[in-house]
């Protein structure tokens, strides 16, 4: 079962974060949320964080176990929000379990294929050496070689636990990541339809969604409405969470 932080009553709202993220970047957010009245379930997914690690990688994957979670958990009408590769696997549950949601929000994500770009941030994680008992400055020495900007930097560091006294160790399954590259950038199959509530957010100065991709998310998200965070990039909710709050907010309560 997925690893998950439950809090608040109300309508079920189900987060989950992009990849090499866990539930911790949303807590803010999470709270936020609660606040405004939801019952809100911020999920890691398999291999991310506290949640199990799978040689088995894929957005099918990963929908099959938010599936089996909201079975688990009673969960038959809920709300959905994800961002980058929780977006992904927010479309795909979306339109393939579309009785169970009733809104979609997608966080600067569509449904096309995306060519792989994260061999730099690969790259340095797999150049950490755990045996040798680095200490969290040696890995983020070493993952400054190949992560020059500091914010993605204390992004992946978020994921450094005490495995035991003296060894750290990543919370994700690189493994997997390393062996299921092509995974992360998979494209929506264009069959599928989710024709209840979507929005669609992304950073102004994020290129994931351009205009030019409108009409592609329209024919698979036909009540689809978008919004777009000026100044912001790809972590648009980081970036600015106040304007994020208020249009996802403004969308759920509609």
């Known amino acids: 079962m997925l690893y998950s932080k439950i809090e608040g009553e109300g309508k079920p709202f189900i987060i989950m974060h992009g990849f090499l993220g866990m539930s911790d970047n ?94 730099d941030i690969l790259a340095g994680l797999n150049a950490i050496d755990f045996s040798v008992k680095p200490s969290r400055n040696d890995v983020e020495a070493t993952l400054s070689e190949y992560v020059p900007d500091f914010g993605t930097r204390q992004f992946l560091l978020k994921n450094l636990y005490w495995q035991e006294p003296g060894q750290l160790a990543f919370r994700f399954n690189l493994a997997a990541f390393n062996n299921n590259l092509d995974a992360i950038g998979k494209a929506l199959d264009e069959n599928l339809v989710f024709d209840k509530p979507a929005l669609f957010i992304r950073g102004g100065s994020s290129g994931y969604i351009q205009d030019s991709d409108f009409d592609a998310i329209r024919r698979q998200f036909p009540n689809v409405k978008f919004e777009t965070i000026p100044n912001a990039g790809h972590w648009l909710h980081a970036e600015n969470p106040q304007l994020f709050f208020e249009l996802t907010t403004q969308f759920l309560k509609e």
């Not at 949320?33 to 690690?53: K, P």
């Open 26 to 119: 949303w807590k803010t957010l999470a709270g936020q949320y609660v606040e405004a009245g939801f019952q809100v379930h911020i999920l890691d997914l398999r291999n991310h964080g506290r949640s199990f690690h799978s040689d088995e990688w894929s957005y099918e994957a990963m929908v099959q176990d938010v599936f089996e979670y909201c079975q688990a958990n009673q969960l038959t009408r809920i709300d959905i929000l994800g961002h980058s590769m929780g977006g992904k696997v927010a479309m795909l549950f979306a339109t393939t379990h579309p009785e169970i949601v009733d809104k979609l929000i997608v966080a600067d994500i569509g449904p096309k294929f995306y060519k792989q770009h994260h061999q």
